[in-house]
């Protein structure tokens, strides 16, 4: 894919920097991450939902932060001596470090994290304020006959 430009675009628009350098992220490869796998799902008509696997990880493992519009999940397994010693011949469950970020949209917010049965579930709602929702104007019906006369002054 080649890359675009969005210089020009900066000079002549206001406030939609955002928007572009998400259109330039776009053009960019992922460098193949695909630890955790993830799910997104949309539960209501303004609620999400992510449900990520994270395996062998524990409340104290993981770390979820929203800042600006982005949602940062971290994982970091400690490691944990066993008291038998035991050797892994064979280690399938992944237990290495990760970071998943997430792009929000505006008046998106996290409204709570669970973990349950390996899968780590993140709750957004998406919560517009009454300013920006759309709403309906009423029209008035004219009355017949009462033309409404403005004033002037006549010229002397």
């Known amino acids: 894919m080649r890359h675009v430009d969005f210089s020009p675009l900066y000079r002549s628009t206001v406030g939609f920097d955002r928007l572009f350098t998400m259109l330039d992220s776009l053009g960019q490869i992922d460098n193949g991450q695909s630890y955790p796998p993830y799910n997104i799902e949309r539960t209501d008509e303004s609620a999400y939902r992510i449900s990520m696997a994270v395996a062998g990880f524990s409340e104290n493992d993981i770390s979820v932060e929203a800042h600006r519009n982005v949602l940062t999940i971290k ?40 973990l349950k049965d390996g899968l780590l579930h993140i709750e957004l709602t998406r919560n517009i304020p009454e300013e920006m929702k759309p709403r309906r104007i009423p029209i008035a019906r004219a009355s017949k006959g009462e033309a409404k006369q403005i004033e002037a002054k006549n010229a002397a």
Do not use: M, N, P
């Not at 970091?76 to 929000?104: H, M, N, P, V, W």
């Open 75 to 114: 994982g970091e397994k400690r490691e944990e001596q066993e008291k038998d010693e035991a050797e892994i011949l064979y280690r399938g469950i992944a237990s290495r470090t990760f970071e998943r970020r997430f792009q929000l949209a505006d008046h998106v917010e996290v409204t709570g994290a669970t």
